[in-house]
Structure formats: C-alpha cells, structure tokens
C-alpha cells in the first residue's frame, strides 16, 4: 500500500517537468514570428520614409540564419543582400527620373537635396516624433521649387519641377515596397516549413 503512494507521488513530480504543451509556443517559434513581425515593419518602411526597410528585413533574416544555422536561408540571404542594393540604387534613380522628367535644373535638383536634409534636420528640434518624417516629405517639395525658381523666375515651372521629384519618389517606394514584400515571401515560403 505503501508503494503505491510512493509510485503516485512519483507519477505527480513527473507530471510538474517541464514537458512542452502542444499549443504553447516554444522559443525559436517566437522567435521566428518576431522576426517576421520585424520584417513586416520592413516593408512598411521601404515605403515610408524614415523607418528602415530592406536593411530591417536583411538583417531580421541574418538574425535568423546566426540562431538556426545559415544553411536554413542559403536562398533568402543573398536574394535580400542584392534586393537592398538594387533598393537603394531604385530610389535614387526613381527620383531622378521624374526630375528628368519634369525638367528640373541642377538648381532644382541641389535645392530638393538641401530641402531634404533641411527638412530633416530643421523639423527634428520643433518636432521631435513626426518632425523628420515630415521634413523628408516636404523639403525636397520646397527645395526643388526654390532652386527651380531662383533658377528659372518661373513659378510654375518651379512647381511642376517639384511634383515630378515627389511622383518620382513615390513610385521609388513602392517598387521597394514590392521588393520588401517579395522578400519577406520568399523567406516565409523557404524557412516556415523547419520552424519548431
């Protein structure tokens, strides 16, 4: 009678193990989704400015690869590495082309880049949490008008100057947005079937 005491108490401190609950997550799990939520406000800031985007989802994936082993992202790694060099060089020539394309002056072009770190830098003391997002939006607008029409004398050659840099760069970002996307599938598809 005794012994049977000792076997259930036996049965109940076995029980109190740590044993892993089917729908709890384990570590790496959340790990994994955490990364992939880190990616997620990759792909909003390839498409917002100010917010990092492919630089976020590279090194989301490298973080990946240095916990479960870089043989799990052979493929996503480099994709992302040379989706955010083309990204980079995306926005800048997105924005130079709808400069091109609208006609700006190298006037219009310095005064975009100057209204762009002036936005950035001059909004940052007045407005500390939306300051530069707004700079970044606005100051390339007003500086590429200023330097069109110091160039020019002609407000409205100064203004359709301004709309082809932002047309530009609106559709730099969402070309890196879709690159953004492409990536984030291609790690999900490639590495969410070894997860757990």
Do not use: C
């Not at 994709?79 to 709808?98: E, Q």
């Amino acid at each position: 009678m005794r012994r049977s005491g000792v076997i259930s108490s036996g049965m109940f401190l076995a029980s109190l193990s740590p044993i892993p609950h089917p729908l709890l997550p384990t570590p790496m799990l959340t790990l994994y989704w955490l990364l992939v939520a880190v990616m997620v406000i990759g792909i909003i800031g390839a498409v917002v400015p100010m917010i990092p985007g492919m630089s976020l989802i590279a090194i989301a994936i490298f973080i990946w690869g240095a916990v479960k082993g870089f043989s799990s992202v052979t493929i996503v790694l480099p994709l992302a590495i040379v989706l955010l060099v083309v990204s980079l060089g995306i926005d800048f020539l997105a924005t130079y082309y709808g400069a091109k394309q609208a006609g700006v002056s190298k006037w219009g072009q310095l005064g975009a880049v100057l209204g762009l770190v002036i936005g950035i830098l001059g909004l940052l003391p007045a407005l500390p949490v939306g300051g530069p997002i707004l700079g970044i939006l606005i100051g390339p607008m007003l500086g590429a008008i200023v330097g069109e029409f110091l160039y020019r004398r002609d407000l409205k050659v100064a203004a359709k100057a301004a709309l082809g840099i932002v047309v530009g760069s609106v559709v730099g970002n969402l070309i890196q947005g879709l690159l953004a996307i492409v990536t984030v599938a291609v790690f999900l598809w490639t590495t969410l079937p070894s997860v757990g």
